[in-house]
């Protein structure tokens, strides 16, 4: 799994490919906790290049957004497609989680 994180003047997209499972996931999830320590509170997570998310995967979005919540932060996912976003659908994520075609239109929708 790769991450690289690109900062603007409206959030971070966090750009992500390959897998996200039980051995890349906490990678994943240290990689947002030091962007949070940091002071960023918006996140775009551009998935259209991961191919693969597991249920590690998704404990550690969830546990991103319970470090994002007091900070009234957010967590907006852009890119799903294929496997991805079927686990996306499947476990209800969509509806918890903003879901948007491109970083563009995700970092729009926030005014």
């Known amino acids: ?56 995967g998704l404990r550690s979005i969830l546990a991103t957004a319970k470090i994002l919540k007091p900070k009234q932060g957010t967590l907006m996912f852009c890119g799903l497609t294929g496997p991805v976003r079927d686990v996306f659908e499947i476990s209800g994520f969509g509806s918890l989680f903003p879901l948007h075609p491109s970083p563009e239109a995700a970092l729009k929708s926030i005014g």
């Open 1 to 56: 799994m790769e991450i690289l994180a690109t900062r603007n003047d409206k959030g971070t997209i966090v750009a992500i490919s390959g897998k996200m499972d039980a051995v890349t996931a906490p990678v994943y999830e240290q990689k947002l906790r030091e962007l949070i320590d940091g002071g960023e509170t918006v996140f775009v997570n551009d998935f259209s290049r991961l191919a693969y998310i597991s249920s590690a």
